[in-house]
């Protein structure tokens, strides 16, 4: 079956051109001609991973895998890696630094969000290499 | 597809040079230039009147009512758009801007205070503080924005609020209470918007959220204002004006959410800008704000594309003639009586503001998808420039044209002119 996919690079820090990748995503989505419900949580995903890698990671890409069925999103980072995975999915734990929670970023809810906006969730870490997280979201599920 | 969606901006071919100005500004991608002249597509146009501003040939042009349209109907009113009063030195004052305009012929003005008074307090009194809303609420006052809402941002229609626009609440009341005072059938009284808005004359004609408007006809603040300037002077008999300081601060960005009198709220005028916003909205960014007033035009309605005055100037008159009247004030039984019209439907949106899937490649998603893949692969053989010369506004425009097979006859100039720089080497 027909399958198509974007990658994005991010760059750590990159707060300039932060959210463009998600954006991106979300207007190809609305191309494709999914429907609304799908979008959103497509484009809330990404956009988390994606502040994700800006904000903890050393760089990464987001990457978006479309067929018929499903939707994809991973997003693979080359560093530094999660200590404590369990602890990184609790609501309301971050451990971002002070100058990104000034920002309004760093609340402790990425990765959470992450997994309420897909229809299942994984993640992989670790510490010195990386992180990997893949979000699938089902096309023909109730929307 | 023509389903008889009549648009008030319009192109005239005799006076396009094909240039490719009004491309780049379009929202929605709306215009393509195909042998030499500008096309709008239709199901895409959202009437914002970016195009008619930016055109350096006067070639887009608003298609808006005439004053031969009143002798259709028995008793005439006029609503000028409360942007009106920024229109003329400061001296002149709105009593005899009213006057002026009664005198080209309508047996009545009336005031657009009264709509956008009663907009105002029912959003601030009631809808703000009622269960179920979607925050952030945004305002229904701007056709383009519903428009926008309604192609690029359909998640967010929950979020406008559901009240008639001032015009339209106005025009109800106006039409209802000549009806009754002067004992006409409603159908021969003609109600007639004076405009500064394209997108207003189209939502007239095609109304979004309501079955059919009130207002019969829209009339350029550009066409009529001549007749205006003719009919001042004499300053008898002028009529008393009933303008509040708020609604004559309505048309100026900003100024509806400040009359809200509440703290959190964003202000954003020009429709670039507003895109941006809605994007932050859409990612659920901004739930703990309360309102967002969102005007497509840069200073809000006073930027509307058929106005005469800069909207700098428009401003600053607006603001010295709001000085000059006091506050609006309402009783509790007023607000009762408000709400009752709300929910009777009577000043409410009571039809629901359907998404427009006009971007879509396909309606089949694996046919979609296919199209996608086409569209990426052309891509890459593109220069990126976005120069907009093949007719389509960006090298990604010009690929899914392709793909879509409406541009049998695309040709990228740089790609060619590569091609020949090449040979001769």
């Known amino acids: 079956m027909g399958n198509i996919s974007y990658n994005f690079p991010i760059e750590k820090d990159d707060f300039e051109r932060a959210g463009e990748a998600s954006s991106k995503i979300k207007k190809i989505l609305r191309q494709l001609g999914m429907d609304s419900s799908i979008i959103r949580r497509v484009a809330i995903g990404a956009y988390e991973a994606e502040m994700n890698l800006v904000i903890h990671s050393l760089g990464g890409t987001i990457g978006i895998t479309i067929d018929p069925e499903s939707i994809i999103i991973t997003a693979e980072d080359t560093g530094p890696g999660i200590e404590n995975v369990q602890l990184a999915m609790k609501e309301g734990y971050s451990t971002a630094p002070d100058r990104i929670r000034e920002m309004g970023f760093g609340a402790g809810m990425g990765l959470p969000n992450m997994k309420k906006c897909s229809d299942s969730f994984d993640i992989e870490s670790i510490v010195g290499k990386g992180t990997k997280i893949v979000m699938k979201m089902m096309l023909k599920d109730g929307d | 597809m023509s389903n008889e969606y009549s648009h008030s901006v319009i192109l005239r071919e005799d006076r396009c040079i094909g240039c490719t100005s009004c ?48 002798k259709k109907f028995k008793y005439n009113i006029a609503i000028p758009s409360l942007t009106i009063y920024g229109q003329f030195p400061s001296n002149i004052s709105i009593s005899q801007i009213l006057t002026s305009i009664k005198r080209i012929g309508f047996d009545e003005v009336v005031e657009d205070t009264i709509g956008a008074d009663i907009s105002i307090f029912l959003i601030k009194e009631y809808l703000l503080k009622k269960s179920g809303m979607e925050f952030p609420l945004i305002n229904s006052s701007c056709p383009a924005i519903i428009r926008l809402i309604q192609i690029r941002f359909p998640d967010l229609i929950p979020n406008i609020i559901t009240i008639e626009t001032p015009v339209e609440i106005t025009a109800r009341i106006a039409k209802t209470e000549v009806a009754k005072r002067k004992g006409i059938d409603i ?26 408007s009130y207002v019969n006809g829209a009339i ?18 002028l009529i008393k004006g009933i303008s509040t300081r708020e609604s004559i601060l309505w048309p100026i960005a900003g100024g509806q959410a400040s009359a809200l009198g509440i703290e959190n709220y964003l202000a954003v005028d020009g429709i670039h800008d507003v895109i941006k916003v809605l994007e932050e909205v859409e990612l659920g960014k901004l739930e703990d704000i309360d309102f967002i007033e969102c005007s497509a035009c840069t200073g809000g309605c006073v930027g509307g594309p058929l106005v005469i005055q800069n909207s700098f100037i428009a401003k600053n008159r607006l603001m010295k003639h709001a000085k000059k009247v006091d506050i609006s004030k309402y009783t509790k039984e007023d607000l009762d009586r408000f709400i009752k019209m709300y929910e009777d439907g009577f000043i409410r949106l009571t039809e629901k503001i359907e998404p ?19 569209v990426t692969e052309i891509l890459k053989n593109l220069p990126g420039l976005d120069c907009g010369i093949c007719g389509s506004p960006t090298c990604r425009a010009f690929a899914e044209d392709i793909v879509k097979g409406e541009n049998k006859k695309a040709v990228c100039m740089i790609k060619t002119m590569n091609g020949f720089k090449s040979k001769n080497l």
């Open chain 2, 23 to 70: 491309l780049k500004v379009c929202p929605t991608e709306a215009i393509r230039v195909r042998d030499g002249k500008a096309k709008i597509i239709s199901d895409r146009c959202i009437d914002c009147g970016e195009c008619i501003r930016i055109c350096p040939n006067h070639a887009k042009s608003a298609i808006t009512d005439d004053l031969n349209m009143m």
């Open chain 2, 187 to 212: 159908k021969d009284i003609g109600v007639f918007f004076i405009t500064p808005c394209t997108a207003r004359v189209t939502s007239i004609r095609n109304p979004l959220g309501i079955t059919e």
């Open chain 2, 220 to 237: 350029s603040i550009k066409d009529i204002y001549g007749e205006i300037v003719r009919n001042l002077g004499d300053n008898n008999n």
């Open chain 2, 356 to 374: 427009k899937s006009v971007m879509r490649l396909d309606k089949d998603l694996s046919k979609s998808i296919h199209k996608m893949e086409l």
